[in-house]
């Protein structure tokens, strides 16, 4: 159980374009979910926290217009990465917590690996 | 704001040698989650320590939790090539919104 996936794996795009990354909570249902940023042999950045029916919360110098997230149902989040630049060529990583006992315990998708030319 | 200090970053060792990893917060946590990371791939959950002082095993991997909940260990016993990878703590605060602090991460060599 608490299986996560993410779509798609892998994406290259030109500079100016956007990008969407959707995650998928597959055998539970997740009223938050978290979006990652890691880049190369660093560790996993918060940027984000995805709710369910509301806005979502952006950790601090997360551009929310850049890396718009709208979390429409409970299996669901999407990632936007707008107008994107060669800066944020990164590795994103959605998690869902499936909220089971109270704990925190995070679920990770296998991630997006974006490369911006 | 809340950080969670990780040491070593890297960490070389023979096959059959032991390894640990040390995890440290600015702030007293609720819990505390570790998560290994494949080269190429992404974090898996391993274990959460919720009480003080709480030391708990899998296999040749033992996780313990401080007596104040500020810091934490994973100690792997007789290291094989399988257990190479990074390895990250995770910390939650008591705000209770689900987030979790990361560890700058220790990456594990086993040289066979």
């Known amino acids: 159980g608490a299986v996560v996936s993410q779509h798609p794996s892998r994406v290259i795009c030109k500079s100016g374009t956007s990008v969407k990354i959707e995650c998928r909570s597959l055998?539970?249902?997740?009223?938050?979910m978290f979006w990652y940023r890691q880049f190369p042999k660093q560790s996993l950045m918060l940027m984000a926290t995805s709710n369910e029916g509301s806005k979502a919360t952006y950790e601090q110098g997360v551009e929310k217009d850049k890396f718009l997230i709208n979390h429409a149902s409970l299996t669901l989040s999407t990632l936007t990465v707008t107008s994107a630049h060669p800066e944020d060529s990164s590795f994103y990583i959605c998690?869902?917590?499936?909220?089971?006992?109270?704990?925190?315990?995070?679920?990770f998708g296998p991630g997006t690996r974006l490369t911006v030319l | 704001g809340q950080q969670v200090m990780q040491i070593p970053q890297y960490q070389h060792v023979q096959e059959g040698e032991d390894f640990t990893t040390y995890c440290n917060s600015s702030?007293?946590?609720?819990?505390i989650q570790w998560y290994k990371q494949r080269p190429g791939g992404h974090p898996v959950f391993l274990i959460q320590l919720v009480k003080s002082g709480e030391v708990k095993k899998q296999k040749r991997l033992t996780f313990q939790f401080g007596e104040a909940k500020k810091n934490s260990s994973l100690h792997i016993t007789a290291t094989q090539t399988t257990d190479v990878g990074t390895y990250f703590c995770a910390g939650a605060d008591s705000s209770n919104t689900g987030k979790l602090i990361f560890g700058q991460g220790t990456t594990l060599q086993v040289k066979p």
């Open positions: 055998d539970f249902q997740a009223t938050t």
């Open positions: 998690s869902a917590n499936p909220g089971l006992g109270g704990t925190d315990t995070q679920y």
């Open positions: 702030t007293t946590l609720s819990n």
